[in-house]
């Protein structure tokens, strides 16, 4: 089956830096997304990963390795704002979407 | 930017009536949207997908006569969650992709949380 595996909570310092992994198990792979989703709203685009390496876009980035079948975001100079939940999604070889159940990442001042 | 704009952003209705939430792209033209369902402290579970002109394509384990969708135009999807119960209370979000866009990803609208008592 396909499976994809990322920590359910992670607690980080305004200020800091924090690295959210996500591994995944899927049928194919057309690339990689990261989402993030404050409590109550619609989810908003991050990232895209299809080949490997690091994508930095600001205060964030984000890392594939295809042979591994990892990838990691990467929070910069974390903001109290930067508090949601961070979710992880890989487009398989039908092209369809498969979502992780999300990292709540918990900012502390 | 592309806007996928949802309507209503919450509901409360009461047990075995209908609800009908609206997905419209505003400056895209959408031929695929997609529908998905979220419990709390849950991740994203894909509903349906819509597609403009013809039947949608639900996935496994979802009652396609009681979430009706319909797809009438490139701008436009809408969900009715008919003869609704307490545990279809959830938030719904719906989403569309633009064509030709390198990326692929998916643009959503704002979700609506429906309760149902």
């Known amino acids: 089956g396909q499976n994809i595996d990322q920590p359910t909570e992670m607690t980080a310092t305004e200020g800091a830096i924090v690295q959210i992994n996500c591994t995944y198990q899927t049928s194919g792979f057309n690339g990689l997304f990261w989402y993030q989703q404050h409590a109550g709203e619609a989810p908003t685009f991050l990232s895209y990963n299809v080949l490997d390496g690091l994508e930095e876009k600001g205060r964030f980035s984000s890392f594939l390795s295809r042979s591994k079948g990892y990838s990691y975001l990467l929070l910069k100079e974390l903001q109290m704002k930067d508090s949601a939940s961070y979710l992880c999604a890989v487009r398989d070889s039908n092209y369809q979407l498969i979502w992780g159940a999300g990292t709540k990442l918990i900012i502390k001042p | 930017g592309a806007v996928v704009s949802q309507h209503p952003s919450r509901v409360i209705c009461k047990s075995g009536t209908s609800v009908k939430i609206e997905c419209r792209s505003l400056?895209?033209?959408?031929?695929?949207m997609f529908w998905y369902r979220q419990f709390p402290k849950q991740s994203l579970m894909l509903m349906a997908t819509s597609n403009e002109g013809s039947k949608a394509t639900y996935e496994q384990g979802v009652e396609k006569d009681k979430f009706l969708i319909n797809h009438a135009s490139l701008t436009l999807s809408t969900l009715t969650v008919t003869s609704a119960h307490p545990e279809d209370s959830s938030f719904y979000i719906c989403s569309a992709s633009v064509l030709g866009l390198d990326t692929g990803e998916l643009f959503f609208g704002e979700g609506s949380r429906l309760t149902v008592l």
């Open positions: 400056d895209f033209q959408a031929t695929t």
